[in-house]
């Protein structure tokens, strides 16, 4: 088979590329031309930064259903959102339930929490297939006073998307606060706070909102903003003669300056999204999944992990070559074919684990911007690997 000269971004759940020229020009525009930090200055330049970055709020809040922009607090990834989210609600005695699904940016935490004595964690099976053993959940939401679910909105490592607005609706009814870490959500699949009961929705800019790295997010809902707890104490550029974080969304959970440009970038990323719709984008991946699946699902050298179908999944694709590392792989789809790709358990081990495959899976992730020949190219290049391995 012969390789494409030009690269095949095939890593989108990692980070997307390549990124919408908007972006791009809109990072260049405020390094170049605006520069100042937002709030701390009564001059025209810090005055635009903060009324960019307020626009931004507002991009976001449309895209994930929300009633307030001043409800999105921003940091610097999903990581940083989602440790806001469980060191600022939990407390000694807490309990919270989640699913085996979880990256380790909810796993760790977490963990964290119960080693230290502080809480006890209830982990929900994955079924045979890489879905989300629902009724298990269910049943670990009747224990007695849980105060927290956490859930991933879309798994990472399968493209799985969970039916958080079930769980939500479930915890609404339960009085139990709803976490949705969103990372592989947002942008990627239509998501409604409040129709869909989600009281904390933590998200990342440089995935399928199409910002750059270093970008990130908080949605805090009616139900915990007086509850939960700032992660870091410090400058908030007005206000500087109180002793404490002002008692204010977004500012309260918003300490040090913030990463302007990436900011306003991101809001044009949202903003590209906004214009695609969800929806649409969410359909043009579906017909690169199907076709992925339709090649590989009956290659005798290669194992797909997780669903064998297109059934409530995006554009992820991990497979396993049996007798094979991963990371060998992804190494040859590098070298022979130009192709990038991720390779190991995408900082999810739980459900490799779980699933027989504790050393990973090579995982193509398709962005909005592939097309169904770049999946037929990769199949290509897979199955051509796989079989000269089997020779
Ligand atoms: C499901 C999920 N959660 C959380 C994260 C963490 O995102 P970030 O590295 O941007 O903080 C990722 C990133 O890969 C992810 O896929």
Redesign the pocket.
């Known amino acids: 088979m012969k390789s494409r000269d030009k690269i095949t971004y095939l890593d989108n759940?990692?980070t997307t590329f390549p990124k919408p020229p908007e972006v791009i020009k809109a990072y260049a525009d405020f390094c170049k031309n605006i520069g100042a930090s937002p709030g701390r200055g009564s001059y025209e330049p810090a005055e635009i930064t903060e009324q960019k970055i307020n626009h931004t709020r507002e991009y976001i809040s449309k895209l994930i259903g929300a009633d307030d922009p001043q409800r999105i607090v921003f940091t610097k990834?999903?990581?940083?959102a989602?440790n806001m989210a469980i060191f600022g609600i939990l407390q000694k005695g807490d309990k919270v339930v989640t699913t085996r699904m979880e990256?380790n940016?909810v796993i760790r935490p977490l963990l964290e929490l119960e080693r230290s004595g502080i809480i006890e964690v209830f982990w929900a099976n994955v079924t045979d297939n890489g879905r989300l053993d629902i009724e298990h959940l269910l049943e670990l939401m009747e224990i007695p006073d849980v105060k927290l679910v956490v859930t991933?909105g879309i798994a990472?490592s399968t493209g799985v998307i969970l039916p958080f607005w079930q769980i939500g609706e479930y915890c609404r009814e339960n009085d139990i606060i709803y976490l949705v870490?969103g990372?592989?959500l947002c942008g990627v699949y239509p998501v409604n706070v409040l129709e869909d009961n989600i009281d904390m929705l933590a998200f990342?800019g440089?995935k399928g909102m199409y910002g750059v790295p270093g970008t990130?997010g908080l949605y805090v809902g009616k139900k915990v903003e007086k509850m939960l707890k700032p992660l870091l104490w410090g400058g908030t550029g007005g206000q500087g003669d109180l002793p404490s974080m002002p008692d204010v969304l977004p500012t309260k959970f918003e300490a040090g300056t913030p990463n302007s440009p990436g900011i306003i970038a991101l809001g044009e990323g949202v903003q590209w999204v906004i214009r695609k719709s969800v929806e649409a984008i969410h359909q043009h991946k579906q017909n690169i999944l199907s076709i992925m699946l339709e090649l590989l699902r009956d290659e005798k050298n290669i194992k797909l992990f997780g669903p064998k179908d297109d059934m409530d999944r995006t554009a992820i694709v991990p497979v396993v070559i049996p007798g094979s590392n991963p990371k060998d792989i992804a190494k040859s789809m590098w070298n022979r074919y130009n192709i990038a790709v991720r390779a190991g358990c995408h900082?999810a081990p739980h459900i490799h684990f779980d699933l027989g495959e504790p050393q990973g899976t090579v995982r193509f992730s398709f962005g909005t911007m592939n097309t169904v020949e770049d999946a037929e190219y990769a199949a290509e290049a897979i199955i051509d690997i796989a079989n000269e391995l089997k020779k």
């Open positions: 759940g990692a990834n999903a990581t940083e989602l990256h940016s991933t990472n870490d990372a592989q990342t440089h990130g900082c």
